[in-house]
């Protein structure tokens, strides 16, 4: 099969929805693909387009520990959306194209680790099943993740965050305005993993220019640091300055800039509800732009208006950058502080809100620092909902575990089954890539 | 009794059918100089034999192939309205004009056309062809057709192909190369109609006289005359309608068209040939013209044998005749001939053909066989090809990915020249039944004589804003009270497909959805109408099928 400079996978779900009027239903990639096919790009010889599988329970279990389970909260939509983004990983990582674009939903960026409903339309992370995939059959190993999307990418930070190999940049709509309320500058992940999560949170009011400020002076510069195998681009397009949710002003040409300059391996689409008049250029846009073609012709209609860039944002992203590239300047210091604050264990509790699903999950998180391995944690939780309530204790076995934190993780796990204060007992263990229940309620 | 003339790159064929019975066949030399001369030889040669009332005259030509392939193209004005999007310089088949003026994919006119940039930019020239396309143009054709009135008023134009007529399909790339091809035969093309009509008006043939299009389809000539581009490509179309009306097919079949050096392999689920997504190639470029997905295989009669290491490969090319027929090099057909699958030319030669090749240790016929078994591998590799790309093919719904279609290869179906032996040996490898129908050798012609008409519409209807378009029909209107509903959008699109048929004097039969979408559209947080997208055809298909002479 002769080469291709992208692979797509274009997957609408026109038959699938959360609910009749939620913003995450069956019309959201109409208009999208009415203008592709009108634009004619699927018959362009630089494209090709793959259909989607269904995602293995093993490949979403890899990811995610769902309480009571995955089945009883992911639907078929969540599993083919999953295979699409793994099939566009694929495309690359065999060589058949040079770069991917998975055009699929529902999106996935704020499905966390444990999973007790949907929150923010996500219930599992594509990004992070597809990741996973390509690092177990693909070979690959350093991951660097660009998160596009206005909200930020709050699941994929709570998957990596102790994972030194994978680096997590979200620049998003400031959390002190917009869902999640989450994707501040102090987030930074684990003392293992410290500055491999790495926050942007952009004021109200960021247009094309503020957005290309910080992708030349630091996403772009931060990548080159981190020297990634591969770079996924978590593309949402409500930064737009049509969409309904958010209060940005970036174009379409913006975005096309955007995917010329990340030169992401794989994108994956994540939010963007202008479905009429955002999402059909903003990704025509940067699917012309990852195949190396003209975009310069992709201009909205209504492009006037799009309100200018003011100077106090302008001011204000520059403060930012600052701030921001001496951070990272410093991380290796930074990294030794953190790990010689904590001593032998980190720890953090938080609460979690699954909007869609009108559950409370409230959390504690331990992780272990070692000097062998990335180290293991343990994940208490809780939630409360229109079932009742429900509780599981997990530990996590990282991929390089040392002997003696596989032995602690599973004592952990045996002895929190003996104290019997949880519905459920989980150890995820990357090692053997196999999610095991330790007995508990069927 | 219904006529079929197929005019092929050798021969000339020409069929009577009737009452299911083909009554007379006759084949003569193609005259490439003036297809008429043939085409008229062989219909007043059939015409003489079955002196019974004539219904229908069907004819498949080759002739806007050759015009294409051969490159009697007349130059085109290439004027597109592409709006935002991707930049079309470099992709088209001439350099266009980019005009002013667009609609967007809510089918909204962002910009009309400007006058006096047209006046400025479009040049003057005596006896131009014109050929106007705008993006989504099918979802409001205003654009198209103020260019097309400015182009009639203002440069006296006598043609302009509008790409929204010639498909009222989403894809302005391809409806944009569609109409600059439509234009550049279309006056050259409008002779060979008025030829055609002059000589069955002196042979006081009042039959109404239809041509093939690329999906099986035939159109009344005087529909053809204003869009010739459909016309391309009725050689293989030809012998896949042959076969509808020859064979029974069920569930999912395969049929081979063995020529001299290709075979053409088309894809059949529950009795009808499958279409190309999106449409036709037109040299190298992608068009909206409506054609079989067909793949060819460089495997035919003609093809050289050779040996590469010890493996025999038949193909691609060819080197001349059969050595059988005084050639220089061995081929397919020399096997086919050793093995008393084939009679022609003289079989001396053909087992000094086989004796060529450096297999050891096998007797010429053992060698023959291994020839027929390579060529039959090569085929069956691309029918495997086929039917993996049709399982894989792109859709867009979690029930089409949760419940695949699983494609069960049945049968192979084999018609042409060299088509048995290649056939049969396929249908083994596969595991499936191998058919070979009678008459396989005029199954072109006969593949006109009965082909029914083809017709397609696409209306989308947005309850929302209360409008409707169907780009073939160039309308985009109020949509009529009680249009509202999925049954209701259905009967409206099969009215409108009617009528269309009427205007273009096409014998009514069946019609059918071919697609169907349904849209909630939500405003703030209220269902407020839907968006309907209906395709509906003519039921494709045969007239009448012939039995077992």
Known sequence: ?442 | MLLGIDVGGTFTDAVAVADGRVLETVKVPTTHDDLLVGILAALDHIVSRCPRQISRVALSTTWVTNAVVEGKLDPVELLVMAGPGLNLSGLLPVTPRFLTGYVDHRGIQVQAPDDGELQQRIPKTADSVYAVSGKFSVRNPDAEQQLNAWLKEHRQAEHVTLGGKLSGSLNFLRRTNGAYFNAAVWRRFKDFEAAINQALAARDIIAPLVILKADGGTMPLTAAGEMPVEAIFTGPAASVMGIQALTDCRGTMVSLDVGGTTTDLALWQDGQPLLAAGGAFVERYPTAVRAFQLLSVGVGGDSEVRLAGEEVVVGPLRRGPAMANGGTVPTLSDAMIVLEEASFGSRKLAEAAMDQLALPGLTVREKAETVLQAAARQVVVAIRQMLLREETKPVYRVAEITQPVILDLQGVIGVGGAAAPIAKRAAALLGAACVLPEHGEVANAIGAAVSRPTLEINLRADTVAGRYSVGELGLEAALPVGVRTVAAVTDFAKQLLCQRATELKMEQGESEVVSLESFPVVKGFNRSGWIYQCRMQLTPGVLMRLEEA
């Open chain 1, 1 to 442: 099969m002769e080469r291709k400079e992208l692979g797509l996978v274009f997957f609408p779900a026109f038959d699938w929805a959360i609910s009749q009027t939620h913003p995450e239903r069956q019309e959201r990639l109409l208009y999208t693909r009415d203008q592709l096919l009108e634009e004619g790009v699927l018959d362009l010889p630089q494209i090709r387009e793959y259909r989607p599988g269904m995602a293995e329970w093993a490949d979403l279990e890899r990811v995610h520990i769902g309480v009571p389970g995955l089945e009883s909260l992911v639907k078929d939509a969540h599993r083919v959306a999953a295979g699409g983004a793994i099939e566009a990983g694929k495309a690359v990582c065999s060589g058949e194209t040079a770069r991917a674009f998975a055009l699929v939903r529902p999106p996935g960026h704020h499905a966390m680790r444990v999973v007790h409903g949907t929150r923010g339309f996500c219930t599992v992370n594509m990004e992070a099943i597809m990741i996973e995939h390509l690092r177990r059959h693909h070979g690959i190993g350093r991951v660097a993740i660009v998160d596009t999307d206005v909200h930020h990418g709050d699941g994929t930070q709570d998957i990596y965050y102790h994972d030194p190999d994978t680096l997590f940049i979200s620049f998003h709509q400031d959390g002190r305005t917009l869902y999640p309320g989450s994707g501040f500058v102090e987030e930074q992940g684990g003392p293992a993993a410290f500055g491999t999560t790495f926050n942007i949170p952009l004021p109200v009011g960021t247009g094309d220019a503020g957005l290309h400020r910080v992708l030349d002076e630091l996403v772009l510069p931060v990548l080159a640091d981190f020297k990634p195998d591969l770079i996924i681009n978590s593309a949402g397009q409500d930064n737009h300055y049509s969409d309904p949710l958010a209060n940005m002003s970036v174009t379409a040409q913006g975005y096309g800039r955007l995917a010329e300059k990340l030169r992401a391996d794989v994108a994956v689409l994540e939010g963007g509800y202008s479905i009429e008049g955002a999402l059909p250029y903003v990704n025509l846009g940067i699917l012309l732009a990852m195949a190396g073609l003209d975009y310069s012709r992709v201009i909205e209609p209504d492009r006037e208006r799009c309100p200018a860039q003011s100077a106090d944002v302008t001011a204000y992203i520059e403060k930012l950058i600052q701030e921001r590239r001496q951070t990272w300047r410093e991380r290796e210091n930074l990294k030794r502080r953190e790990i010689a604050r904590w001593g032998d264990e980190w720890q953090r509790r938080r609460s979690v809100y699954y909007d869609d699903s009108g559950i409370e999950e409230e959390q504690r998180e331990t992780a272990r620092l070692c000097h062998h391995c990335y180290g293991w944690q343990g994940i208490d939780t809780s939630s409360r909902g229109s079932f009742g309530r429900k509780s599981a204790y997990a530990a996590i076995i990282p991929r390089n575990a040392c002997k003696r934190c596989l032995q602690e993780a599973q004592d952990a796990v045996w002895s929190a089954k003996q104290a019997g204060r949880h519905q459920y007992y989980y150890i995820q263990n990357r090692q053997t890539d196999c999610l095991e229940r330790i007995g508990g309620k069927k």
